[in-house]
């Protein structure tokens, strides 16, 4: 059974520097994994995705990785700002079916 | 562009009471999911539409939970004699095509607080 971890659970951090998320899963027979972001009172907003033939995407200050042998994959966020304090969601989708299973998510504070 | 749409946004009820959550879709999106994200939990799916029917109804917690949708648009998950742990925020998703397609666009979510 797919299981996802984030850690860390929560991050707080001064504004412009630069952050990595991580998120591992337990079965490496995956169809790609999303990285989300959640806001208070809002839906999830998709921010990368990565096929599980690639190793990364980039999306503005955005970065994500992906080596599903070790079953990992990081987002990292370069130049933070108080815009990016988010709850940040990794999401597996395995080969054999296309429900999503997800991390519990990393709450980010970007301190002014 | 409307995205996906959910109705009410909060919903209080009592313990044995019904409730009816609603999703509309993104207009022409054939595919549906719905989700359900418990507090300091990750989300877990319910229930995936093609259309109007429900190929996979695998993640239903228990025979209390059903969902419908008609003319392949809305969407109702209805909830029998709730009990305090179905309390969690129930979001919808939808997406163009089938499964293969990869992205889901999501709706803001009710929170459903049962007593």
């Known amino acids: 059974k797919q299981e996802v971890t984030q850690i860390p659970a929560a991050l707080s951090v001064p504004e412009g520097e630069n952050l990595v998320l991580n998120c591992s899963f337990t079965?490496?027979?995956?169809?790609?994994l999303q990285w989300f972001r959640q806001d208070p009172g809002k839906g999830l907003t998709s921010l990368l995705l990565i096929q599980s033939s690639q190793r990364e995407q980039t999306s503005g200050r955005l970065n994500a990785s992906l080596d599903k042998s070790s079953g990992r994959s990081t987002l990292y966020i370069a130049a933070s700002q108080p815009g990016d304090s988010a709850t940040y969601l990794c999401a597996v989708r395995g080969d054999s079916n296309y429900q999503l299973i997800w991390g519990a998510g990393t709450k980010l504070i970007i301190k002014p | 562009g409307a995205g996906v749409s959910q109705s009410p946004s909060n919903k209080v009820t009592e313990k044995g009471k019904d409730v009816e959550l609603r999703c509309d879709p993104i207009?022409?999106?054939?595919?549906l999911y719905w989700y359900r994200q418990s507090l300091g939990q990750g989300l877990e799916f319910l229930i995936y539409?093609?259309?109007?029917?429900?190929?996979?109804k695998s993640g239903l917690p228990s025979d209390r939970f059903s969902a419908e949708r008609t003319g392949g648009s809305v969407s109702t998950l209805t909830i029998q004699r709730t009990q305090q742990e179905d309390s969690a925020v129930y979001l919808c998703a939808s997406s163009p095509r089938g499964p293969s397609y990869n992205e889901q666009f999501f709706g803001p979510g009710t929170r459903l607080t049962v007593l």
């Open positions: 207009s022409g999106h054939t595919a």
């Open positions: 079965d490496s027979a995956i169809y790609n």
């Open positions: 539409f093609q259309g109007n029917s429900a190929p996979d």
